[in-house]
Nanobody, 129 residues
Framework: QAQLVESGGGSVQSGGSLRLSCAASGYTYSSYCMGWFRQVPGKEREGVAAIDDDGSTTYADSVKGRFTISQDNAKNTLYLQMNSLKPEDTAMYYC???????????????????????WGQGTQVTVSS
């Protein structure tokens, strides 16, 4: 069955960087839109970034210019490079896969999270001031 496994989380000081990875298996990776989401306990899930199979990207305003989503289709792996981290970036980060459109195109509102079929277990990111 489909499986998404995140890694790369950790603790870092404000202004630091982290690179998250998401290893996908059990489905045709290139047929899915991929996204990163985050959630803080007691708050709603927030869409961070999404990427089509053709490399088109969408970012939340809160991370534009600081985070970069990318993927290696040969390795079935999704990445999130996070630079200039702030304490408000502290959250559990999840990767997810959506098959809303054929060909790996992202659904309308790719950061809403509603059309995503598969989710990982998450990796914790903590940014201290």
């Amino acid at each position: 069955q489909a499986q998404l496994v995140e890694s790369g989380g950790g603790s870092v000081q404000s202004g630091g960087s982290l690179r998250l990875s998401c290893a996908a298996s059990g489905y045709t990776y290139s047929s899915y839109c991929m996204g990163w989401f985050r959630q803080v306990p007691g708050k709603e899930r927030e869409g961070v970034a999404a990427i089509d199979d053709d490399g088109s990207t969408t970012y939340a305003d809160s991370v534009k210019g600081r985070f970069t989503i990318s993927q290696d289709n040969a390795k079935n792996t999704l990445y999130l490079q996070m630079n200039s981290l702030k304490p408000e970036d502290t959250a559990m980060y999840y990767c997810a896969a959506a098959s809303y459109y054929s060909g790996g195109y992202c659904p309308p509102g790719p950061l809403d999270g509603y059309e995503y079929n598969y989710w990982g277990q998450g990796t914790q990111v903590t940014v201290s001031s």
